[in-house]
């Protein structure tokens, strides 16, 4: 063996000592996890479906990414599931290619919800991405509904989620219970949240043939717009 074999055989020896040693063994694969996850989040970023350039193939390439920075032990599990669920969004509403592949995409991110509410039940941003994961998979609404409220009882002047709320009640011909989540949800919301609520109010109650409800939401979105 000459002088550089036996420099090489002593560098791989040594290094394969450091890397077998728990403390070197963590930082590494923590540096990996972080690596990896940095790599997905910019692609996840920048193939967003209007973004210039985007693809599919550079989304799935940025899920990849994520998913090993998990497997390394990415420190931040919530953040990396959230990555995810991000991302399997804009999969299936910008990348499905078919009415079958998109329930398949959206199921993979109700999954991930429904670990995220495991890992952090007081997280606010987790029940309001759960219960719209609940909504696309078309779930039960007393399931979309629960994890709502559940958000709403977390943050209370989060109004969109609140007009949300007052949607699903009216979509389910619970009037009273709608227009009482509504009645609130103006007095809070920006006037132009309040306007792009009440419209789509107002359109659920005219099919429904519920014209002094209709009538009740004008006034209250006319008062909305005067405070």
């Not at 973004?51 to 497997?71: D, N, P, V, Y």
């Not at 007009?163 to 989540?181: H, N, S």
Request: net charge neutral; hydrophobic share 40%; proline share 3%.
């Amino acid at each position: 063996m000459n002088f550089y074999q036996r420099i090489g055989f002593y560098l791989t020896a040594t290094s394969a000592l450091l890397l077998a040693h728990p403390a070197w063994a963590a930082e590494t694969n923590e540096s990996a996890a972080w690596d990896h996850f940095a790599k997905g989040h910019s692609k996840i970023e920048n193939n967003c479906g209007d973004c210039m350039g985007s693809s599919r193939k550079g989304l799935e390439e940025g899920i990849a990414e994520i998913e090993e920075a998990i497997k390394f032990g990415f420190p931040n599990k919530i953040q990396a599931l959230q990555e995810l669920a991000r991302a399997y969004s804009t999969l299936a509403f910008v990348y499905a290619t078919s009415k079958a592949e998109q329930p398949a995409i959206l199921r993979k991110k109700l999954l991930l919800y429904e670990e995220l509410v495991k890992l952090d039940s007081t997280n606010h941003d987790i029940w309001v991405g759960y219960g719209g994961a609940l909504f696309e998979t078309k779930a039960s609404q007393e399931q979309i509904l629960k994890a709502w409220k559940k958000a709403l009882a977390l943050d209370p002047n989060d109004v969109l989620t609140r007009f949300a709320i007052a949607e699903e009640l009216i979509k389910g011909k619970r009037y009273a219970d709608g227009m009482k989540e509504a009645r609130t949800g103006f007095k809070i919301a920006a006037p132009e949240e309040a306007n792009r609520a009440g419209q789509r109010l107002i359109s659920f109650l005219e099919v429904d043939s519920r014209p002094e409800e209709a009538k009740e939401i004008r006034r209250l979105m006319a008062a909305n717009s005067k405070s």
